[in-house]
């Protein structure tokens, strides 16, 4: 247990991975939720085409930070209830690369598979074609910022594994991600340079995961004593 | 010997019994300076400074936003900074004072909010306007939120106050680039269509009381924090000795 | 001199909200010796091995492992350590076989977990998904875990729980076998243990002091 | 226990408040959670007043549809994991009772404020003050439903406490809920007849109130069984 | 005739996805009797004990109460049981006190729930949030429902876990007390109960038939 090379990324990888989708009997359900929940946005929104295509960078956005929210309470707390996370605590090595491992597992079921299917979506909201490979791009650096900084608030309030309070406390630190990776889209949209805005949420990404995983770790430790 | 004078100094400063007996002793005085600050900046902002050419009267709201908001952007930094020092060299004290700054931080934040949004209406015509400045400004009161609202999460202490300064500190990071990025997104939608009427530029006469009115919030918000912070001390060291002797040292009527 | 001392406590007090746990802990456990911690419900067993595990920092007092302090020798001391706390970390949506694969050493080899669930009992539900265990039954798969550990010592916080006799029976038997081989044994329990002899340390309370 | 004459209404609506309050450490975050999400939209979508008008009968409710999901996970969930779930089941009366309870107790920390906090989203979104009457009662009828419908879901979903499988199954659900909802606030700013779709999201509540009690009481007896 | 019989279970049988789990169980409860099911791990006694709170439905076979098949008397049946199974109930974010009153019948005076609270050792403790006890001491708060509760019949799924020497005695105590007034118990434990006088049933396995 966690005492190979990678210091335990692989190991726990591949745990999370293989729990996701014992727990949800496949991989494909959170594909299906986002599917699902573009489908609704039209409902709720009168759905002439050049109303949706102006707010749908905005919405793809919306939708990638909520699926996020949903699914990144879940991160500790079960580890904290079956003690698992003890265990964690207890292992000689660091704790960033299990850390580094989990939310990377949360990624590749949460944020990869929206970032796969960003396209079908594109089109349902009449989005120009050239603006996929920016639109795509953005999703992946940008996912991946939202898993680090939600994990960041998952460790924080895991005694108490609150959901609203949870949203209050990253919400406002998912802002920059959220303005910038709506700003990509947007600039390919309108034809102007989407190169800034996606290098600053490639700059946002090394930040997080060069001081995340260091908040995660101390809110590990002081949850346990909460 | 050096060592140990250090630590003799870094101990005592670190000690609630000595915050709460040195604070005894300056508190009249910061109390009084406070309010000569902000009666005379008052006076001076709303009574004898010239009204504006183009907005009139209506400028002189000023005297509160601009202070407010001023000591409500500095206050994130004093509460994440103390909560840094906590972490760093265990001392409760900067933990206390850090759990104190976010409520006075809060509120002032919120201040500046209402009359930020009471001063929109005659110069732009709406109340509110989702503005660089204005958005990041709203949201730091929620950064001062979530602070509030962790420590609730937490039956230790200890552990909510080493909570609460991961999460400011995580904030501190974050607020620089929040600025920015709200900033950026204006800039990058559309051009902007209000700006705030340049500090630099103003007339000296309105300038002075403003220079007046920020040190008095400034003086006020030391004077909130350590009060808070007295209170924080009573509540969680009300087994100390200290603290029941001065209680029972206390008249007891009145 | 081959007994050594493995690990070593010395007036270890911890507190929570100002108040104080316990009266300061002090003992020694050598190498082929095993401790039973006593004391009433709430007397602070669990939290004592929170301390050892460094899951919770103590607030006073030292413990040392192997003579060192044991802020000097933390990698080497955690990975001595086996440490199996009333939660026990089976996780409900793997198979009972996965879970112990998964808290065991990297190295272990099939063989050595299938031997590990067979002396358990739990051959048969290999492929069952911890979920759908009774109570003992995932005690069971926490406790394959004294088999294929390698740590020389092991932190057992009220092992016996939720056990039949014959499990009971199985973990002495486990620890029998691990002094035997100069393993080091801390554990608490309400139960008295039939056939595994122990030295008590009993946690008390602290008295009020005026 | 549940022995009352209401047979166990108003001690789980008590008990549901009292814990939602100690859990939160008051019930005050709700209302910042809708506040920080209605925050977001302007963020990701570009803030023209104009085009946020537009938009903003459809958000409100999609806002209301997330914070039910966010929150209803744990109507059943830790009642589940600490046992108190078995002993509601053998409690001697009817289910209903204590299941009405727990949702109107959920209704009430998320519903309710939700409706009285709208108007400041909707100065936010500058909808106009005639369109305020209309929204806040179809979103006090409109939440209700929610919370009922989601809750079925959450009982259905049980063991697994799944938060995106609850999406996935309670979302096709809310369907009506959203069109009717938002149709309401539409009606009121277009000036239209905004009373019929108000009296279908009452009819939806009538039918809910009747149905979803026994749909949840069936879904914990079977999730028990497991 | 006083000591009528309380519980009558005769043939039941329970299977889960076609495989069925223990013998077909018969076994009688008279009023002021005591019952201790025993059985390995895994053998189906938490299963048994749902299956006689109708939580689970039986495949085969009938339980009665006071002679009546229980699908005659559901409610009065519920309303004179006392069921505490592993998990105790115990609701983590309220206090000692709000969680045994929420326990407790309606009618349960203030004075009840102290004296209560009292004998469980956990006076000091009543305004505490349970998430914030030991795990003996959460096993107390569940127990204390022994005295508030005016139940007949107890149902009790193993509730000696957590508890140390002193809970062991005192739950032994409130069993007798609760025999002597003409209640009626039955429990599983895999310790044997030193002052209480039990009969036991054991459950056994189903043999494979070929
Ligand atoms: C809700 C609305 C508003 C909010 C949240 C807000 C917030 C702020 C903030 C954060 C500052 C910055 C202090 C600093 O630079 O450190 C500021 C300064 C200032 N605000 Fe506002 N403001 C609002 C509305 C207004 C309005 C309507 C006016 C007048 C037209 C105004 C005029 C000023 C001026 C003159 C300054 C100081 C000059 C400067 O530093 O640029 N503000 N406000
Ligand atoms: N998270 C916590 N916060 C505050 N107090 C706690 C916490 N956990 C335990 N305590 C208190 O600390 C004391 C010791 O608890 P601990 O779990 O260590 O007892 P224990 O000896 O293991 O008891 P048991 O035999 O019941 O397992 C108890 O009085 C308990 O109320
Ligand atoms: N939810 C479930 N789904 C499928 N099988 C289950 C489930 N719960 C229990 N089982 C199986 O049913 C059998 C009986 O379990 P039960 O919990 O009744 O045993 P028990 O006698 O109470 O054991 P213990 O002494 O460990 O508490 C076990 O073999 C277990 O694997
Ligand atoms: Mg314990
Ligand atoms: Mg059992």
């Known amino acids: 247990m966690a005492n190979n090379l990678s210091g335990g990324f692989k190991a726990y990888l591949y745990r999370d991975i293989l729990i996701a989708q014992r727990d949800r009997g496949d991989l494909s359900k959170p594909l299906m939720f986002f599917l699902l929940v573009a489908v609704m946005v039209p409902l709720a929104i009168a759905p002439e085409a050049n109303k949706l295509s102006a707010i749908a960078p905005g919405l793809i956005w919306i939708l990638a930070l909520l699926a996020t929210l949903l699914s990144i309470e879940r991160l500790f707390s079960e580890d904290y209830a079956d003690g698992s996370l003890e265990q964690l605590l207890i292992s000689p090595n660091l704790l960033m690369m299990p850390i580094l491992g989990k939310i990377t597992a949360h990624w590749l079921v949460i944020g990869l598979p929206l970032t796969l299917l960003s396209p079908v979506i594109a089109i349902w909201f009449s989005l120009p074609i050239s603006a996929m490979v920016p639109m795509m791009l953005s999703l992946a650096l940008g996912t991946a910022v939202l898993s680090l900084i939600g994990a960041v608030g998952a460790a924080l309030t895991l005694p108490r594994q609150g959901g609203v309070l949870l949203a209050l406390l990253v919400m406002p630190l998912y802002m920059p991600v959220l303005i910038f990776g709506s700003a990509t889209i947007q600039a390919a949209v309108d034809g102007l340079n989407w190169l800034a805005p996606l290098a600053m949420l490639a700059a946002l990404l090394a930040v997080a995961i060069v001081l995340c995983p260091l908040a995660i770790s101390a809110g590990l430790r002081i949850a346990k004593n909460g | 010997m050096n060592f140990n004078l250090q630590w003799t100094w870094f101990h005592r400063l670190g000690s609630p019994r000595w915050f709460y007996q040195q604070t005894q002793r300056w508190l009249p005085w910061l109390a009084v300076a406070t309010l000569a600050l902000l009666v005379t900046g008052l006076v001076w902002g709303l009574a004898i400074a010239p009204p504006d050419a183009k907005q009139g009267n209506s400028f002189r709201i000023i005297y509160l936003h601009v202070p407010a908001s001023v000591v409500a952007l500095a206050g994130y930094y004093i509460m994440a900074i103390s909560g840094a020092v906590g972490l760093i060299w265990r001392i409760k004290l900067s933990f206390m004072l850090m759990r104190s700054a976010a409520p006075i931080g809060a509120a002032l934040t919120f201040i500046a909010l209402v009359t930020g949004a009471i001063w929109g209406k005659p110069t732009w015509g709406t109340y509110w306007v989702w503005d660089a400045r204005i958005t990041s400004m709203l949201i730091l009161l929620f950064l001062y939120f979530g602070v509030i609202a962790l420590r609730h999460t937490y039956s230790n202490n200890e552990a909510a106050d080493k909570a609460g300064a991961v999460l400011s500190l995580v904030g501190m990071v974050n607020v620089p680039i929040i600025y920015k990025s709200v900033d950026w997104w204006q800039t990058l939608h559309q051009p902007a269509t209000i700006k705030f009427t340049g500090a630099p530029s103003m007339h000296p006469d309105m300038f002075a009381p403003l220079v007046v009115m920020i040190i008095g919030f400034y003086s006020f918000y030391s004077l909130a924090l350590i009060l808070f912070a007295r209170a924080e001390i009573l509540r969680r060291e009300y087994r100390a000795s200290w603290v029941k002797q001065l209680v029972s040292n206390q008249p007891a009527e009145k | ?210």
């Not at chain 3, 050598?30 to 929170?50: C, H, Y």
């Not at chain 3, 069952?128 to 265990?133: K, Y």
């Not at chain 3, 309400?190 to 002091?209: F, G, I």
């Open chain 3, 1 to 210: 001199m081959t007994t050594h001392t493995v690990l070593k406590v010395e007036s270890l007090a911890f507190e929570r909200n100002d108040a104080v746990l316990f009266q300061p802990v002090d003992f020694e456990l050598k190498a082929g010796e095993a401790l039973q911690i006593l004391g009433v419900n709430g007397s602070g067993k669990t939290t004592l091995f929170q301390l050892l595990t460094a899951i919770l920092p103590s607030s006073s007092g030292q413990i040392s492992y192997r003579e060192q302090p044991l802020s000097d020798c933390r990698y080497e001391y955690l990975s001595n350590v086996l440490f199996i706390g009333h939660q026990s970390g089976v996780k409900a949506a793997l198979t009972v076989e996965e879970n112990l694969r998964w808290m065991s050493p990297n190295n272990t080899s099939c063989e050595k977990i299938s031997a590990a669930l067979e002396v358990v009992g739990l051959s048969e539900y290999a492929q069952i998904h911890c979920a759908n265990l009774s109570a003992g039954q995932k005690r069971r798969v926490a406790l394959a875990r004294l088999i294929t550990s390698q740590a020389k010592l092991w932190l057992l916080d009220e092992p016996l729980t939720s056990l039949d006799k014959q499990g009971v029976e199985l973990v002495e038997r486990c620890m029998n076998q691990h002094l035997a081989q100069g393993g080091a044994i801390l554990f608490s329990s309400h139960q008295d243990l039939a056939q595994v002899t122990t030295r008590n340390y009993k946690l008390e309370p602290l008295m009020e002091v005026a």
